[in-house]
């Protein structure tokens, strides 16, 4: 099961709380982590909102060696996760999923397993980018629209 941000994230404290919680998936291990909350439930109000919100924050993100305490997101494991995650990325894309930022090996890295921070806006919780376990530095966005619509979507599939 992905685990995911549900709609009472919302309540209390703002588009700011989430995200900074959405931060730690990209921050975890590139992304490499069970119980990482990769997929991020917005009302449809809100969508557009925390789109350019975790947009300007995921584009900065700082990747490279983590030896290196200026990088935040480091490379993944192997070179056929990053292709499997980039392989999700663009099944995501084909299906309907607009890419906010990233996406791709960082132009700057010739060397490593590494893969820019990754943001989606997936139509549906049927999209690749959704329903699949990515297991990388990939955070996608779905917009429900009242709260039972949002607590569908953060039940097991």
């Known amino acids: 099961m992905r685990s995911c941000t549900c709609p009472d994230t919302?309540?209390?404290?703002?588009?700011?709380?989430?995200?900074?919680?959405?931060?730690?998936?990209?921050?975890?291990?590139?992304?490499?982590?069970?119980?990482?909350?990769?997929?991020?439930?917005?009302?449809?109000?809100?969508?557009?909102?925390?789109?350019?919100?975790?947009?300007k924050v995921v584009t900065g993100l700082p990747i490279g060696d983590p030896s290196d305490p200026a990088n935040l997101i480091g490379p993944l494991i192997t070179a056929a996760q990053r292709d499997r995650v980039?392989?999700?990325?663009?099944?995501a894309i084909s299906s309907g999923a607009k890419l906010v930022t990233g996406g791709r090996r960082p132009p700057q890295l010739e060397r490593g397993w590494f893969y820019e921070p990754t943001?989606?806006?997936a139509?549906?919780?049927?999209?690749?980018?959704?329903?699949?376990?990515?297991?990388?530095p990939v955070v996608t966005v779905l917009g429900y629209r009242g709260h039972r619509g949002g607590r569908r979507h953060c039940k097991p599939q």
């Open 123 to 136: 139509p549906s919780p049927d999209n690749p980018g959704a329903a699949r376990e990515i297991f990388g």
């Open 10 to 55: 919302f309540e209390g404290g703002g588009i700011g709380k989430v995200v900074q919680g959405v931060m730690t998936v990209f921050a975890s291990h590139a992304g490499q982590g069970c119980s990482l909350q990769t997929r991020l439930l917005v009302p449809e109000s809100k969508r557009a909102e925390v789109l350019d919100a975790l947009e």
């Open 86 to 91: 980039d392989g999700i990325v663009s099944d």
């Open 119 to 121: 943001l989606l806006d």
